[in-house]
């Protein structure tokens, strides 16, 4: 089997997902995960953006300080909006989990860096090679194929 772990040259990938963003997973989408992810920790060549460590500090410090301004908390509501609002759930689903997330407190962004397992994830669920050399998304990754290493 072709696995992302023998393409990517990789044991594993780590990625920073936001408490919210994996509550919403876990209550409608069967525990169905979304992930940008690198091969490293802290990929030296990636943006801020796409650097799973640097997300993880900034979450972290936003959370601890309640800064319900920063910019970061704006985008992940855009982004989880977007994601919910294409989504294949029903038009009062939808509206809830906007409101919900619209509505959600700072705490909810909290951060929670993964560990992904890529020896067992086949090549083909690669979606998509971000703009950064050590940057890839998966679109359907399964709880056993996570751990998660910091909260």
């Not at 920073?16 to 030296?44: E, H, K, M």
């Not at 989880?80 to 906007?98: D, K, N, P, R, T």
């Not at 020896?119 to 998966?138: K, S």
Request: hydrophobic share 40%; charged share 15%; aromatic share 10%.
């Amino acid at each position: 089997m072709s696995t992302l772990a023998r393409h990517l040259n990789a044991e594993f990938g780590f990625s920073c997902q936001c408490w919210l963003a994996v509550d919403i997973s876990d209550r409608y989408f069967g525990s169905i995960y979304r992930a940008w992810f690198s091969t490293t920790l802290n990929p030296q060549l990636n943006g801020s953006s796409s650097n799973p460590l640097i997300i993880y500090q900034e979450l972290d410090r936003i959370v601890h300080t309640n800064d319900y301004n920063h910019s970061r908390i704006d985008q992940y509501r855009q982004r989880l909006q977007h994601w919910v609002g294409g989504s294949a759930l029903s038009s009062a689903e939808i509206a809830l989990l906007i409101s919900e997330i619209t509505t959600a407190p700072i705490p909810a962004f909290r951060p929670q860096l993964w560990k992904i397992g890529l020896h067992n994830i086949h090549v083909n669920r690669l979606i998509n090679l971000g703009q950064f050399p050590d940057e890839y998304q998966i679109r359907d990754l399964i709880q056993t194929e996570i751990e998660v290493i910091a909260l």
